[in-house]
């Protein structure tokens, strides 16, 4: 009897040292969440139309519908190393940024919550964060450089991106793109911002909808007396990272940084007809 007594003893201790270290794992794991919130580690950029942060993480129910959508397979899911971001969507724009390849912005309208908020209708009103020029010492056109090739095809590269002329409606893997170019642009030439706003120069805007012409994104301006070109950040830059992720250099030059107060536009821009018609015939 005496040793069953101990026997019992020993189970019901077991049994509570267990139920401590079970415990205190399931808090250790919930508490884990706070570590990228308090540290502010894990920093996303959002998929177009995503609220501000908080917002975007209380209001989004990691459903995927904008996953399912995305023309370009441009937004993930996040890890468990996001702590409550887990399982919410994020955009990595150098391996696979959006060039908003569906136009009618497919995310925002299969977003259940708003979370992508539907208060936009057109890709310059979304607000993803803002280019930046971070590496000017690397970057070609700083240099005075061009540049020929396809860029990024030895990295095994597999983003891909619209090319009207190759496509009207499929994007192409861009590392099979050859260019050729005195001066390397391909930041100003590939943006998708800017096409629009070239179309729209051309007397062609997208969908024949004059609404629809934005604001210009970026440009190249000339520095010093040789052929060095800075790459300029215009007030129509939306962040959409296609900027840093078509840059040819080893580590992006160009790079987008985040804006924490998302939503609609920060330059509250709005399509305004007359004034285009009105800068068209200025021309």
Known sequence: MAKQRLTRKQKARRQFLSSIGYTAVITGAALMGYIPVLGEGNQRIRPP???????????????GQCVQVCPVEAIKLADLDDG??????YIDVRSQACDFSC?????????????????????????????????PKICLAMQGKGFK????????????????????????LLAEQEFDVEICDLCVRLCPIEK?????????????????????????????EGNAMKPEIL?????????????????????????????????????????????KELK
């Not at 706003?197 to 970026?218: K, L, T, V, W, Y």
């Open 196 to 224: 629009r706003a070239n179309q729209c120069d051309a007397g062609h805007p997208p969908a024949g909808d004059e609404s629809q012409c934005p604001p210009r994104a970026i440009k190249l301006v000339k520095i010093g």
């Open 149 to 172: 090739g396809k860029t990024r095809s030895n990295e095994n590269f597999k983003g891909v991106l619209r090319f009207e002329e190759v496509s009207r409606w499929d994007p192409v």
């Open 49 to 63: 139309g995503a609220l501000a942060e908080k917002e975007f993480l209380a209001s989004c129910i990691k459903c």
């Open 235 to 279: 007030d129509g830059c939306v962040g959409c990272g296609v900027c840093e992720m078509v840059c040819p250099t080893s580590e992006p030059a160009i790079t987008i940084a985040l804006n924490q107060d998302r939503g609609i536009g920060k330059n509250t821009w709005e399509p305004d007809a007359s004034m285009i018609k009105t800068v």
């Open 103 to 135: 136009d009618g912005l497919q995310c925002v309208l299969a977003c259940p919550t708003g979370s992508l908020t539907h208060e936009i209708d057109y890709p310059a009103q979304t607000n993803m964060g803002v280019a930046e020029l971070s590496k």
């Open 84 to 89: 409550f971001g887990n399982g919410s969507p």
